[in-house]
């Protein structure tokens, strides 16, 4: 009996042992930040040889929030901050970035700059066609997301009206920027919105608002990624990766993506 229960102890240090020395990392959650953390985790295996940090596909802020509570992702990456619910939890929030929510449209639409009563009024149904703007006469395809979601909630924050919206009847809703970015492309007159690191080089026409762009420092429209993990319970490896995001080179990294970096 005594030899099994020593038997036991062995497994448990193993155990314990490989959880923190563990090669492999996965960091699941929200779509508006997905593209960033591919480049930051295939930056960080090129320097550290024979490690994985596994970015799957979204699942949302909410949703990576419960896998780490769970025990099945190691850090979460939210585009939101935590309830209060999650935050009893005892869950470290920590940003790593500020990047700006932008309005696109497919190549077709030779607009370059809405009003914010513009979008109200294209995403109401008040103008239907992009030549009521002084673009072609082409009927506007107006592509939006759902309830909840951190862009659309960042958007409603900076312009109010738009929170009070009623949605013209065949708008398009989809679930996550990669989705936006597919229908934006190949839908003829469509608009959509979604973080600039996503949309940014992938052949969208990007709006300036109220004849401010993105990149300056008067543009409202900005959203904070975060990660989300417990503090005690995180192995080497994913301090590793977290120490390279905050570094010089992982700040490289989040500013050619078109976002600010956060200073610690």
């Given at each position: 009996m005594k030899k099994i229960y020593v038997l036991f102890l062995i497994l448990i240090v193993n155990t314990i042992i490989f959880s923190q020395t563990s090669n492999k990392i996965v960091i699941g959650g929200t779509g508006a930040n997905q593209d960033l953390l591919k480049d930051l985790a295939e930056q960080f295996m090129d320097v550290n040889k024979n490690t994985i940090v596994e970015v799957p596909d979204s699942i949302g802020s909410s949703g990576g929030i419960k896998a780490v509570i769970e025990g099945q992702i190691d850090i979460a990456r939210v585009s939101r901050n935590l309830k209060d619910k999650e935050k009893e939890t005892g869950l470290k929030y920590r940003k790593f970035a500020l990047c700006p929510i932008v309005f696109a449209s497919n190549l077709s639409v030779n607009v370059k700059n809405l009003k914010t009563e513009d979008i109200l009024n294209i995403y109401s149904g008040k103008i239907k066609n992009w030549k009521e703007l002084g673009g072609a006469d082409l009927e506007i395809v107006v592509i939006g997301r759902e309830e909840g979601d951190s862009s659309r909630?960042?958007?409603?924050?900076?312009?109010?009206?738009?929170?009070?919206?009623?949605?013209?009847?065949?708008?398009?809703?989809?679930n996550k920027d990669q989705d936006m970015i597919r229908k934006l492309k190949v839908k003829k007159g469509s608009i959509g919105f979604g973080t600039l690191a996503n949309m940014n080089g992938d052949k969208l026409n990007i709006f300036s608002i109220n004849n401010i762009k993105s990149d300056s420092s008067s543009y409202n429209l900005i959203n904070a990624f975060a990660f989300v993990y417990f503090e005690n319970k995180i192995n080497s490896l994913a301090k590793k990766f977290l120490e390279f995001v905050y570094s010089e080179d992982g700040k490289k990294t989040i500013k050619s993506s078109f976002c600010e970096p956060i200073k610690e």
């Open positions: 909630a960042t958007i409603e924050e900076a312009f109010p009206d738009f929170k009070k919206v009623k949605y013209r009847e065949d708008i398009i809703i989809v």
